[in-house]
């Protein structure tokens, strides 16, 4: 079966990361796939709202460290920068329901969707510091402006992982539910928006991120390439293959 799955019903289009024995890291192919279903739920008159989901367990371990490792992104035109452009740039609602860990891009897409819903087993982390890598997806500019500087500094420059109650004291999830009614709640909110106008949502969503859009796309580009510097620098690739070896990263030498 597919790494993700796509399902459009009743105006809902459902992307599943379904790759749960690698707790759902996200390959360059899943990443492709994932650009793809975005940019076609953008298209298609038919849906009227997005979400994404993981399990009851997992929602995402973030990048596969393996291609991290063996094929870091190369250009602008790479599926990961593909499918963040695809999310951030997304005119319709973004529902997402996440339980168990969201590590890196699993917790950093959360700033591009519109409604969270978590699991009370939710572990939000953004470990870029850890693995010698810097904030990605905009995350620089929108956790600070989301959690407060002092927050989002404890939460990038010390990396470590946060759980459900945090991230609904600091914003970024709207409501904590049990796991095993994460996903089904998060579609009944994603249909209550999808009996609506769509015009209503698309033209609401438009205003209230007016303004933000350049800043984003700038802030983006510029955390690109610094990151795409350093996934090919020793700290990183120390990092990668410590995981690999399932050892602890040696970091005295970098
Ligand atoms: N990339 C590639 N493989 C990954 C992965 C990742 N990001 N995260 C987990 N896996 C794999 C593990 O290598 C393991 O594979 P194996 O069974 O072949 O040995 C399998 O998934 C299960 O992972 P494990 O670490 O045993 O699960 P856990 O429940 O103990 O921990 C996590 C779950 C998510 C906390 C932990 O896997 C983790 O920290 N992953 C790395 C997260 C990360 O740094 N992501 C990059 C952010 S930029």
């Given at each position: 079966?597919?790494?993700?799955?796509?399902?459009?019903?009743?105006?809902?289009?459902?992307?599943?990361?379904n790759?749960i024995e690698?707790?759902n890291s996200?390959t360059?192919a899943?990443?492709?796939?994932?650009a793809?279903a975005?940019e076609?739920?953008?298209?298609?008159?038919?849906v009227?709202?997005l979400?994404?989901?993981?399990?009851?367990?997992?929602?995402?371990?973030?990048n596969?460290?393996?291609?991290?490792?063996?094929a870091p992104?190369?250009?602008?035109n790479?599926p990961?920068f593909?499918f963040?452009?695809a999310?951030?740039?997304?005119?319709?609602?973004?529902?997402a329901?996440v339980?168990g860990?969201?590590?890196?891009?699993?917790?950093?897409?959360l700033?591009h969707?519109?409604?969270?819903?978590?699991?009370?087993?939710a572990a939000f982390?953004?470990?870029f510091v850890?693995?010698?890598?810097?904030?990605?997806f905009a995350?620089s500019v929108?956790?600070?402006?989301?959690f407060?500087?002092?927050?989002a500094?404890?939460?990038?420059l010390?990396g470590?992982?946060f759980?459900?109650?945090?991230a609904?004291?600091?914003?970024?999830?709207?409501?904590?539910?049990?796991p095993t009614?994460?996903?089904?709640?998060a579609?009944?909110?994603?249909?209550?928006?999808?009996a609506?106008?769509?015009s209503?949502l698309?033209?609401?969503?438009?205003?209230?991120?007016?303004?933000?859009q350049?800043?984003?796309?700038?802030?983006?580009?510029?955390?690109?390439?610094?990151?795409g510097?350093?996934?090919?620098?020793p700290?990183?690739?120390?990092?990668?293959?410590?995981f690999m070896?399932?050892?602890k990263?040696?970091?005295?030498?970098?």
């Amino acid at each position: 079966m597919s790494d993700i799955l796509v399902h459009t019903e009743a105006g809902v289009t459902t992307i599943t990361f379904n790759r749960i024995e690698k707790k759902n890291s996200i390959t360059a192919a899943m990443y492709a796939a994932l650009a793809d279903a975005v940019e076609q739920a953008a298209a298609d008159n038919a849906v009227r709202t997005l979400l994404i989901q993981g399990d009851a367990t997992i929602f995402s371990a973030g990048n596969d460290l393996g291609d991290f490792l063996n094929a870091p992104p190369s250009t602008e035109n790479s599926p990961v920068f593909r499918f963040m452009r695809a999310l951030a740039g997304f005119p319709k609602p973004v529902v997402a329901a996440v339980c168990g860990p969201a590590v890196g891009i699993g917790t950093t897409m959360l700033f591009h969707c519109d409604l969270v819903y978590a699991g009370d087993n939710a572990a939000f982390s953004m470990p870029f510091v850890n693995l010698g890598l810097c904030p990605e997806f905009a995350s620089s500019v929108l956790a600070p402006q989301m959690f407060g500087y002092h927050r989002a500094a404890e939460a990038l420059l010390l990396g470590e992982p946060f759980m459900a109650e945090a991230a609904l004291e600091v914003g970024l999830v709207n409501r904590v539910v049990p796991p095993t009614e994460c996903n089904d709640f998060a579609q009944k909110q994603a249909r209550k928006m999808a009996a609506k106008p769509l015009s209503a949502l698309v033209e609401t969503k438009r205003l209230m991120k007016k303004g933000q859009q350049a800043q984003l796309v700038e802030r983006m580009g510029e955390e690109g390439q610094s990151f795409g510097r350093m996934l090919r620098e020793p700290a990183a690739r120390e990092a990668f293959t410590a995981f690999m070896e399932k050892r602890k990263p040696d970091f005295s030498k970098v």
